[in-house]
T-cell receptor
Framework: AQSVTQPDIHITVSEGASLELRCNYSYGATPYLFWYVQSPGQGLQLLLKYFSGDTLVQGIKGFEAEFKRSQSSFNLRKPSVHWSDAAEYFCAVGAWDSSYKLIFGSGTRLLVRP | SAVISQKPSRDICQRGTSLTIQCQVDSQVTMMFWYRQQPGQSLTLIATANQGSEATYESGFVIDKFPISRPNLTFSTLTVSNMSPEDSSIYLC????????????FGPGTRLTVL
């Protein structure tokens, strides 16, 4: 069955430090992979997506993610975190079952120290 | 990407009542989706709504509890029926990005509290 694992429930980083959020997926075919961000009281905003091609994808707000098929991973990175990046981050895989749907990980809450 | 709005943004309801949530998109879309996000949890798909056909529900969700309408290509409603405190959640609608991208864009969500 398809699934997404985000092993870190919370991560705290200092402002200006680098960030890496982990995501592992289980899916039989070539996956469609997504990262979304949810700020407090807000809906989900798409940060970036991977369908095929270059395994390093660039997104909005200075985020990037790297698809590693051998590790079934799609980790999100940012070289320098800003206080406004504090939010909940969700990794998702697009899966075809009886219909198409997104399967989400449990999320990682990012806290930013001043 | 499409601009998606939801009404109401939040509501507090009594046990046993029903609430209808509206989702409006600023462009025509083929597929609309409804998700539930329980407190402190991730998102779970409730159903997929295509215009002109019955909604397709995921395992654990039934039409009697979560009836969905999709009268046209820019609008959908989700009703949460006979509510209990366990229905307290954020309900989000999303739409497909079109062009075969399989990307979904989300509305701001409706925060429901059932007393």
């Amino acid at each position: 069955a398809q699934s997404v694992t985000q092993p870190d429930i919370h991560i705290t980083v200092s402002e200006g430090a680098s960030l890496e959020l982990r995501c592992n997926y289980s899916y039989g075919a070539t996956p469609y992979l997504f990262w979304y961000v949810q700020s407090p009281g807000q809906g989900l905003q798409l940060l970036l997506k991977y369908f095929s091609g270059d395994t390093l994808v660039q997104g909005i707000k200075g985020f990037e993610a790297e698809f590693k098929r051998s590790q079934s991973s799609f980790n999100l990175r940012k070289p320098s975190v800003h206080w406004s990046d504090a939010a909940e981050y969700f990794c998702a895989v697009g899966a075809w079952d009886s219909s198409y749907k997104l399967i989400f990980g449990s999320g990682t809450r990012l806290l930013v120290r001043p | 990407s499409a601009v998606i709005s939801q009404k109401p943004s939040r509501d507090i309801c009594q046990r046993g009542t029903s609430l209808t949530i509206q989702c409006q998109v600023d462009s025509q879309v083929t597929m609309m989706f409804w998700y539930r996000q329980q407190p402190g949890q991730s998102l779970t798909l409730i159903a997929t709504a295509n215009q002109g056909s019955e909604a397709t529900y995921e395992s654990g969700f039934v039409i009697d509890k979560f009836p969905i309408s999709r009268p046209n290509l820019t609008f959908s409603t989700l009703t949460v029926s006979n509510m209990s405190p366990e229905d307290s959640s954020i309900y989000l609608c999303s739409v497909d990005g079109g062009g075969g991208t399989d990307t979904q864009y989300f509305g701001p969500g409706t925060r429901l509290t059932v007393l």
